[in-house]
């Protein structure tokens, strides 16, 4: 009866990549997972993937043994909790990465610095270098916000699809911060078109009055991210900003490639 050797074996197949195959495909099948919500059905992820439903099998029951996975009563398979540990990690990491280019901003800005990302329906702030400014803007690494008052949360939203922000913010409410706060899903709605348009987004005093904040989106993030400047609005000027917008995508470009390449160099 033969034997069969490591190199016929699916977890020993080597990709084109030089890789193990069936990790490439369970962390495929995850990813896959993710953008649809988090829960998908077998049939699903074999029409998306194109992978056999026998292999798609294999690798799920792999993935909910080490908990990556659960199977859902429905028989559907949803990402696990074990995840929740590695995302977290991964984010505070995200963060001390991106230390270096936010000290950058702050100066060749003289404002604050900051990182935040997309987390379910709320931004969540992950890194930030203050202003040496003695009056300057803080915002506590931590701290959770709607998207909808502040410059971060038009960035990361500025691409999602009319229908999905539509629902976020039916989910979340638009409560006003203050007075200068979009509150009307329309209203919105036309701020991310801008944002598209010029290829930054803008907080004016609405999520709190005196203080403007500028913000783009991190390009090919391996998850939604963007980083902005905050200061006091009498710094953070019509003109000011013609400076800080290049500065700004510079800084998320290289930051980009920097995540691209597992990390920056120093």
Not at 138 to 147: I, K, M, S
Request: one cysteine or more; hydrophobic letters at 40%.
């Amino acid at each position: 009866m033969p034997t069969s050797s490591a190199s016929t074996t699916d977890s020993a197949k080597s990709s084109a990549s030089g890789g193990v195959q069936s990790l490439e495909r369970a962390f495929d099948l995850l990813e896959r997972m993710a953008d649809s919500g988090g829960e998908v059905g077998l049939s699903e992820l074999s029409a998306s993937s194109g992978l056999p439903l026998p292999t798609i099998h294999r690798l799920m029951r792999t993935l909910v043994a080490c908990g990556y996975v659960r199977q859902q009563p429905n028989r559907r398979y949803a990402l696990g909790p074990r995840l929740i540990r590695l995302g977290e990690s991964a984010s505070r990491l995200l963060g001390t990465w991106a230390r270096p280019y936010l000290a950058r901003l702050v100066d060749e800005t003289g404002e604050t610095a900051n990182m935040a990302l997309l987390d379910g329906d709320e931004i969540v702030y992950v890194a930030q270098v203050p202003s040496k400014h003695s009056m300057r803007m803080f915002t506590e690494v931590g701290r959770r916000v709607l998207p909808h008052s502040t410059g971060v949360g038009k960035a990361l939203l500025a691409h999602t699809p009319a229908d999905e922000v539509r629902a976020l913010l039916s989910r979340t409410g638009m409560p006003a911060a203050t007075e200068k706060t979009i509150t009307t899903p329309d209203g919105f709605l036309a701020a991310l078109e801008d944002v598209r348009r010029l290829g930054y987004a803008m907080d004016d005093n609405e999520q709190e009055i005196g203080v403007r904040c500028i913000a783009v989106t991190i390009p090919d993030s391996p998850t939604s991210a963007a980083i902005s400047i905050s200061g006091p609005a009498g710094r953070v000027t019509e003109a000011a900003k013609e400076r800080i917008v290049p500065v700004l995508q510079q800084v998320a470009k290289e930051l980009s490639q920097a995540l691209a390449s597992s990390g920056p160099t120093s």
